[in-house]
């Protein structure tokens, strides 16, 4: 069984900084790709950031410049680096991979609220 476990969310105040990570357990080696979505209140799902395994990060628009994706497929893990934070970027951020025969798996989230 596959688990994806998140941390690093919590409270913090307009122009911080969080860490988000991902660990990635169970029976799941190769990754065609790690990605992290979140859910805002009232809105759909969203992208945020993503690895395409041989490929480049990928970002949304609107975190562009402020966050950071990175991984360790050794350790199978994945982190969000959020700087600049803005009261828009408030949601329940997921991790999601998806593995070489095409099953994508999620974890519960984690809850990023950024307010003063």
């Known amino acids: 069984q596959v688990q994806l476990v998140e941390s690093g969310g919590g409270l913090v105040q307009p122009g911080g900084s969080l860490r988000l990570s991902c660990a990635v357990s169970g029976s799941i080696f190769s990754f065609s790709a790690m990605n992290w979505y979140r859910q805002a209140p009232g809105k759909e799902r969203e992208l945020v950031a993503g690895i395409p395994t041989g490929g480049f990060p990928r970002y949304a628009d609107s975190v562009k410049g402020r966050f950071t994706i990175s991984r360790d497929i050794a350790l199978k893990t994945v982190s969000l680096q959020m700087n600049s934070l803005k009261a828009e970027d408030t949601a329940v951020y997921y991790c999601?991979?998806?593995?070489?025969?095409?099953?994508?798996?999620w974890g519960k989230g984690t809850l990023v609220t950024v307010s003063s």
């Open positions: 999601n991979v998806l593995s070489n025969r095409g099953m994508n798996y």
